[in-house]
């Protein structure tokens, strides 16, 4: 079975620090440039999935300041259990559905995957059903 530990480790190198770009949505508040506080991102985790995340409005100092076992869990909850990452046995395979869910979103992960498998158009869902976790497994 696949190890969150290292899909996390793979992905991390790739999500940076503190940034409080005010073109960036995610560094909004509200998710929309303009629309809220500017608060900033860290380690990838923008501010609206922080905010959920501490179900409170988060100021600068919470994100810059944003705890190491915080972003672990905001990731595997987010990310990593959607996409069922501890049931597919292949660590690369996980990895690659993992880093594309962190990018851009679990539903298209998910989606991207199935046609990745030649899954028939009409049958893809956002969800990852048994069937197409054994379809993953049977490699």
């Known amino acids: 079975m696949a190890d969150f530990e290292k899909a996390f480790k793979r992905t991390g190198i790739f999500e940076g620090g503190y940034t409080d770009n005010p073109d960036d949505n995610g560094n909004w508040t509200g998710g929309k440039k303009g629309v809220g506080d500017l ?17 409170r409005k988060p100021t600068v100092q919470d994100i810059k300041n944003m705890p190491h076992a915080a972003v672990k869990d905001i ?54 059903d048994d069937d197409f976790l054994n379809l993953l497994n049977q490699q």
């Open 75 to 128: 990731y595997k909850k987010t990310y990593w259990s959607p996409i069922r990452g501890n049931e597919i046995n292949d660590q690369e395979v996980a990895n690659g559905i993992y880093d594309m869910a962190v990018n851009s979103g679990v539903g298209t992960a998910i989606k991207l995957a199935k046609r990745a498998k030649r899954i028939p158009e009409n049958k893809i869902t956002s969800k990852m």
């Open 39 to 55: 608060v900033g991102t860290n380690y990838g985790i923008s501010a609206p999935v922080y905010m959920a995340y501490i179900k």
